[in-house]
């Protein structure tokens, strides 16, 4: 509107000139070396007008002849940048669709028309990577990781490669790099952290948290905290016990559902003689999740009392969470030490149409004790072989007699949920042919699925570095690195990134174009 304003404005403005002019004729004389001109006022003006627009035509016409070099060179680049922009667009696409052909093709396109942009080595890396070119993947990473635009990407690729043939240490060194170049990088800070893990250097663990705090929504921060809190109290808990009361009351105060936590806490309490403490933080943790070791140690609370009191307790405990099988094994288990085995069978009596192995274990047990009856005592020992199985501390497909802080497989942080054995596990498509080198972790044991007990521990040290017990499948890496990362990635690249290499990538393109 502003535009057609000051246009209008414009013409009126040279209409007036016109007709003042016309209407105030003159003339206008020249002379000379003998030669007269006489014309009017307005003729003059005419022709001063057009020898200008001639001028400027003139002027311009030599202007784009001198630029022309400049203009076609201009043109050319920006072809070529349409060009490469186009090849790298239909590079990405084949590389996730898994076209191998497609991507070698615009990868060599590329290459020869914007070799070293940063996409353009973005699609070379893939591109290899889809290939099963490891040495050619990992060349293009490392340059890119030379140059300060991409470095981060580039730290990304190598430690990845170096997760893929098994290289710890490898890994580990690119996560730490890629943490001090840019602190801001979640998947490096998660990396380094669960190596320091891996390594039972929970103090360096925590402390690099606490760097991370800023990143981590609050809940998260302190359910970790707790969890490495936790693990080092049980590390600590044979060699320096004080120390390792501190750790625990901290880590249940950071989170009063963590078992282990509520467990260790608990003891610690009950050996200082606060027991209403002790009592408190064991129910506040069962009322969250009923699980046999807080029953246990519930039970140990009180030294010296009876076997009635004992089962009085933890009736008491079962009646807070009512319809519970962990209450009722607990209360079962106390009734059979008491020798109350009718309320033994009471406790047990809902579980024994589906009952699972701890079930038949109890329900032997019974029968020996109340009718020292051997043969009902061997028909629930058999039945126990074939029971469904009960829930154990799982991870990742690695089952556990205790409670880890990690996942042996994947390095996760508070990965051990206190379910069934292969319940919520999702078979996912394999994508490459290559197999990375076995990791040696847990399985579903044999024991856990045909119903026979599983051997116990009492080395406080298997609360950090579990026992083997059968390799379970390798978890596959992605054969690319994906450009999105989903929140369930099971890399650290599980990644949200907001790095600057990856906002880098959306801009790059600049420098073709120029």
């Given at each position: 509107?502003?535009?057609?304003?000051?246009?209008?404005?414009?013409?009126?403005?040279?209409?007036?000139?016109?007709?003042?002019?016309?209407?105030?004729?003159?003339?206008?004389?020249?002379?000379?070396?003998?030669?007269?001109?006489?014309?009017?006022?307005?003729?003059?003006?005419?022709?001063?007008?057009?020898?200008?627009?001639?001028?400027?035509?003139?002027?311009?016409?030599?202007?784009?002849?001198?630029?022309?070099?400049?203009?076609?060179?201009?043109?050319?680049?920006?072809?070529?940048?349409?060009?490469?922009?186009?090849?790298?667009?239909?590079?990405l696409i084949a590389v996730g669709a898994g076209d191998i052909a497609a991507a070698r093709k615009f990868t060599a396109e590329v290459g020869r028309l914007a070799p070293g942009e940063p996409l353009a080595l973005l699609l070379s890396a893939q591109s290899a990577q889809l290939t099963g070119d490891r040495e050619a993947a990992e060349r293009a990473f490392r340059t890119m990781a030379g140059r300060p635009d991409t470095k981060a990407l580039?730290?990304?690729?190598?430690?990845?490669?170096?997760?893929?043939?098994?290289?710890?240490?490898?890994?580990?060194?690119?996560?730490?790099?890629?943490?001090?170049?840019?602190?801001?990088?979640?998947?490096?800070?998660?990396?380094?952290?669960?190596?320091?893990?891996?390594?039972?250097?929970?103090?360096?663990?925590?402390?690099?948290?606490?760097?991370?705090?800023?990143?981590?929504?609050?809940?998260?921060?302190?359910?970790?905290?707790?969890?490495?809190?936790?693990?080092?109290?049980?590390?600590?808990?044979?060699?320096?016990?004080?120390?390792?009361?501190?750790?625990?009351?901290?880590?249940?105060?950071?989170?009063?559902?963590?078992?282990?936590?509520?467990?260790?806490?608990?003891?610690?309490?009950?050996?200082?003689?606060?027991?209403?403490?002790?009592?408190?933080?064991?129910?506040?943790?069962?009322?969250?999740?009923?699980?046999?070791?807080?029953?246990?140690?519930?039970?140990?609370?009180?030294?010296?009392?009876?076997?009635?009191?004992?089962?009085?307790?933890?009736?008491?405990?079962?009646?807070?969470?009512?319809?519970?099988?962990?209450?009722?094994?607990?209360?079962?288990?106390?009734?059979?030490?008491?020798?109350?085995?009718?309320?033994?069978?009471?406790?047990?009596?809902?579980?024994?149409?589906?009952?699972?192995?701890?079930?038949?274990?109890?329900?032997?047990?019974?029968?020996?004790?109340?009718?020292?009856?051997?043969?009902?005592?061997?028909?629930?020992?058999?039945?126990?072989?074939?029971?469904?199985?009960?829930?154990?501390?799982?991870?990742?497909?690695?089952?556990?007699?205790?409670?880890?802080?990690?996942?042996?497989?994947?390095?996760?942080?508070?990965?051990?949920?206190?379910?069934?054995?292969?319940?919520?596990?999702?078979?996912?498509?394999?994508?490459?042919?290559?197999?990375?080198?076995?990791?040696?972790?847990?399985?579903?044991?044999?024991?856990?699925?045909?119903?026979?007990?599983?051997?116990?521990?009492?080395?406080?040290?298997?609360?950090?570095?579990?026992?083997?017990?059968?390799?379970?499948?390798?978890?596959?890496?992605?054969?690319?690195?994906?450009?999105?990362?989903?929140?369930?990635?099971?890399?650290?690249?599980?990644?949200?990134?907001?790095?600057?290499?990856?906002?880098?990538?959306?801009?790059?393109?600049?420098?073709?174009?120029?």
């Amino acid at each position: 509107m502003i535009r057609v304003a000051l246009y209008l404005i414009l013409v009126g403005a040279i209409a007036y000139g016109v007709a003042f002019f016309a209407d105030r004729p003159g003339d206008v004389v020249v002379t000379w070396q003998g030669l007269r001109i006489e014309t009017s006022l307005l003729v003059v003006s005419s022709a001063l007008v057009a020898a200008f627009v001639v001028l400027i035509l003139i002027l311009g016409f030599i202007r784009a002849i001198a630029r022309s070099p400049v203009a076609l060179s201009h043109l050319r680049r920006n072809r070529r940048g349409v060009r490469a922009y186009e090849a790298i667009s239909n590079g990405l696409i084949a590389v996730g669709a898994g076209d191998i052909a497609a991507a070698r093709k615009f990868t060599a396109e590329v290459g020869r028309l914007a070799p070293g942009e940063p996409l353009a080595l973005l699609l070379s890396a893939q591109s290899a990577q889809l290939t099963g070119d490891r040495e050619a993947a990992e060349r293009a990473f490392r340059t890119m990781a030379g140059r300060p635009d991409t470095k981060a990407l580039g730290l990304h690729g190598l430690f990845i490669e170096a997760r893929r043939r098994n290289d710890a240490a490898g890994a580990r060194a690119y996560a730490e790099e890629a943490a001090r170049t840019a602190p801001s990088l979640g998947w490096a800070g998660t990396a380094v952290l669960e190596a320091r893990c891996r390594d039972g250097d929970w103090a360096g663990a925590l402390s690099l948290l606490e760097q991370n705090m800023r990143r981590l929504d609050k809940a998260r921060y302190r359910r970790q905290r707790a969890v490495l809190l936790t693990a080092r109290a049980l590390a600590a808990e044979d060699t320096d016990r004080d120390t390792a009361k501190d750790f625990a009351f901290e880590a249940d105060k950071l989170a009063p559902d963590l078992v282990p936590a509520a467990a260790l806490a608990g003891r610690f309490f009950a050996e200082g003689g606060r027991l209403r403490k002790a009592s408190r933080v064991i129910d506040t943790a069962w009322r969250a999740n009923p699980h046999p070791e807080l029953a246990q140690a519930y039970a140990e609370l009180r030294s010296g009392e009876s076997a009635r009191e004992r089962l009085r307790r933890l009736t008491g405990l079962a009646d807070k969470v009512p319809g519970h099988i962990e209450g009722a094994l607990a209360v079962a288990r106390a009734a059979l030490d008491a020798q109350e085995f009718v309320k033994a069978r009471t406790a047990l009596a809902p579980y024994l149409d589906r009952p699972t192995k701890r079930v038949c274990l109890l329900m032997a047990a019974l029968e020996r004790a109340e009718r020292n009856d051997e043969g009902r005592a061997r028909e629930w020992m058999a039945r126990a072989v074939n029971a469904a199985p009960d829930p154990q501390w799982t991870a990742d497909g690695y089952v556990s007699d205790r409670w880890l802080p990690i996942s042996p497989v994947s390095g996760r942080i508070d990965a051990f949920e206190w379910r069934v054995p292969l319940s919520g596990m999702i078979a996912a498509p394999i994508i490459e042919s290559e197999m990375p080198k076995p990791v040696e972790s847990t399985a579903i044991q044999s024991g856990a699925i045909e119903g026979t007990p599983a051997p116990r521990q009492d080395d406080k040290a298997a609360a950090v570095t579990p026992r083997r017990r059968r390799a379970s499948a390798p978890v596959k890496p992605e054969p690319v690195i994906p450009l999105v990362h989903a929140p369930d990635d099971p890399g650290p690249a599980a990644i949200e990134d907001d790095s600057p290499a990856m906002r880098q990538e959306s801009t790059g393109w600049g420098k073709i174009f120029e």
